[in-house]
């Protein structure tokens, strides 16, 4: 099993940069790919990005393509996600989301989700 934690969210003005966080536990963390997604109320979550623990096999939304970067480090458990060029769109709670595999695919569930940390980026 795996357990998540997201950090980093807060308030920020158009156009300012924010690094979000994802801790992993649990002793079969290393068996996941992890991915980012975003919520607004009353929609849909929305998948924003995913990668390996190796760093290997990058995936983008075509949302945040070029704005939103994504990295793991293996020896902090930790996958960030840095976010720039923010704009008041992108305010929303975001999750970090954990899939079987250490390839990330599209179509297989989210196995385990974090808890959310919400971000708000004014005009």
């Known amino acids: 099993q795996v357990q998540l934690v997201e950090s980093g969210g807060g308030l920020v003005q158009a156009g300012d940069s924010l690094r979000l966080s994802c801790a992993a536990s649990?002793?079969?963390?290393?068996?996941?790919?992890l991915g980012w997604y975003r919520q607004v109320p009353e929609e849909s979550r929305e998948f924003l990005a995913a990668i390996s623990w190796n760093n290997d096999n990058e995936i983008y939304a075509e949302a945040v393509k070029g704005r939103f970067t994504i990295a793991a480090d293996e020896s902090q458990r930790t996958v960030y996600l840095q976010m720039d060029s923010l704009k008041p769109e992108d305010t929303a709670v975001y999750y970090c989301?954990?899939?079987?595999?250490?390839?990330?695919?599209?179509?297989?569930?989210?196995?385990?989700w974090g808890q959310g940390t919400p971000v708000t980026v004014s005009s």
């Open positions: 989301a954990a899939k079987s595999g250490r390839r990330w695919w599209g179509f297989p569930p989210v196995d385990a």
């Open positions: 649990g002793s079969s963390y290393s068996t996941y790919s």
